[in-house]
């Protein structure tokens, strides 16, 4: 399930990053080019963490890149400004990720 999230994860990175790049403009086109590039970037995270069986460092790059991008998105597409205070809260699971599988890593 985890595998199938991190995937779908991609292909929206990949739509919202093209929507920035091609049917936006403004700070929708930055939020939207923003959030696909960091949501790409955990979604191959999630995939290579579960390949190393790290599932907890997966989990959070899943969960904080929809939260992260999720939000940049919905600006993008309308909704409150004030969403943008929702959005570090995924930046911080991104980085709880990278530091959990560092921790597990530290002694390979």
């Known amino acids: 399930m985890l595998g199938l999230l991190a995937a779908l994860s991609g292909a929206l990175a ?30 191959v995270a999630a995939l290579v963490a579960l390949r190393m ?17 999720g939000t940049l998105y919905l600006m993008a597409l309308g909704a409150p400004r004030w969403l943008g205070a929702v959005t570090p809260i995924g930046g911080a699971l991104l980085i709880g990720g990278w530091l959990w599988l560092a921790w597990q890593l530290r002694g390979a």
């Open 53 to 69: 069986e790290a599932r907890g460092p997966a989990w959070l790059f899943v969960a904080g890149g929809a939260i992260f991008a």
């Open 14 to 43: 990949v739509a919202a990053g093209a929507f920035g790049a091609h049917g936006a403009t403004g700070a929708a086109q930055e939020w939207l080019k923003t959030g696909g590039h960091y949501q790409l970037i955990h979604a």
